[in-house]
């Protein structure tokens, strides 16, 4: 296993979204109990197979490296959340839908990671006039989750999920939306399940298999598996 190759994605969005919750979720199919808040970087993995019951099938490490802070942090902690973003091949924004300032966010951690001094303009997210010029040339593969699914009454998905819907319009990504708090959301082909599979392809596929590199300028790859098998890292 310590031989596999891996690829590095981002999981970012506001404190209190479900990051952890979900990032537990997707490495160890298990509910996380007791969630805390998350000091610098926590870092878990997942054992992928790419492109599964095909003859192209192989088992890839998915490091999901779960980001805390918060977009409006002091630029002194912007610099040392910086060194998070070497060499990554993909990002996951988490945002809550019951908090709509967690979805506006989505945008400044974007640009903040792909190293991007262009500031967000337009009203973000409620009429979607958001520029999309400004992630016209990211490579960098994008899935786009919302969390707290449950704490919408039915009465209001409709008007909320619509509302949402435009981040992923944005970004150029896929969507969805769960409950962090209940497996079934990932269940093995739900279609939830099958777009985070697609996701995970995609970002190996980029990695690996095209000629060009999806990671981000300027920093080199960099490979973090040495002698054994990654569980859990965190920088404090």
């Keep these: ?56 099938e192989r088992t890839y490490y998915i490091e999901l490296w779960d980001v805390g802070g918060s977009v409006g942090s002091a630029s002194s902690v912007k610099s040392t959340r910086a060194v998070f973003y070497n060499s990554v091949n993909g990002i996951i924004l988490v945002h809550d839908l019951t908090n709509k300032k967690s979805s506006q966010n989505l945008y400044r951690w974007s640009l ?67 409950d962090c708090t209940n497996p079934r959301y990932l269940a093995a082909g739900s279609s939830n399940a099958v777009k985070i599979s697609r996701f995970f392809d995609k970002v190996i596929e980029k990695r690996y298999f095209l000629k060009e590199g999806n990671q981000i300028s300027g920093f080199p790859d960099r490979k973090r598996f040495v002698g054994g098998t990654l569980k859990s890292l965190h920088y404090d």
């Design 112 to 178: 903040e990671a792909l190293s991007r001094d262009l500031v967000p303009t337009g009203v973000l997210v409620t009429n979607g006039d958001y520029d999309q010029e400004q992630f016209a040339d990211n490579q960098i593969p994008l899935l786009v989750i919302g969390t707290k699914l449950d704490q919408i009454h039915e009465t209001k998905r409709h008007e909320v999920l619509t509302r949402t819907a435009f981040l992923a319009e944005d970004f150029n990504a896929e969507e969805i939306n769960l």
């Design 1 to 56: 296993m310590a031989s596999l190759d891996r690829v590095k994605v981002l999981v970012l969005g506001d404190s209190g979204v479900g990051k952890s919750s979900l990032v537990h979720l997707l490495c160890q199919n298990q509910v996380l109990g007791n969630p805390s808040w998350t000091v610098g970087c926590s870092v878990d993995v997942r054992v992928h197979d790419y492109k599964e019951g095909t003859p192209e």
